[in-house]
């Protein structure tokens, strides 16, 4: 079975590529088949979480804020991405093993909540 690129912390000096290896990480996973685990996904944080537990607002808004992409547009398009209930999300899911699907929907779905957090934070700026 071919492993997925693993999620690596970032240094100070890799701020400036995080958002685009995020996007290519997604785009390498989307382009795929294989079967994935939790620290396969992509996560919006600057490093793999242990658990669903880890994925906290303040890392997703620091985060999209360090890449200048704290705009609700970037927000609501992430919000399909990390939908559970979606096709896309679902898909995603429906790679991973039963061992830890329960783990990796966790994660989709503490994801989604901060980001519904975060879009309305951006709503109220605007």
Request: charged fraction near 30%.
């Amino acid at each position: 079975m071919e492993q997925e690129q693993q999620q690596e912390p970032v240094h100070e000096g890799d701020q400036c590529d995080i958002w685009e290896a995020y996007q290519r990480r997604w785009d390498h996973i989307n382009s795929s088949s294989t079967q994935l685990t939790f620290q396969d996904i992509p996560w919006p944080l600057a490093s793999c979480p242990a658990g669903p537990d880890d994925i906290m607002r303040d890392a997703i808004a620091s985060f999209f804020r360090s890449q200048n992409q704290f705009r609700r547009q970037a927000i609501s398009t992430e919000l399909t991405r990390w939908h559970y209930d979606r096709p896309e999300g679902r898909a995603i899911i429906a790679r991973v093993g039963e061992a830890e699907r329960g783990k990796v929907e966790g994660g989709f779905r503490a994801v989604m909540r901060n980001l519904i957090l975060l879009r309305q934070e951006a709503d109220e700026d605007t």
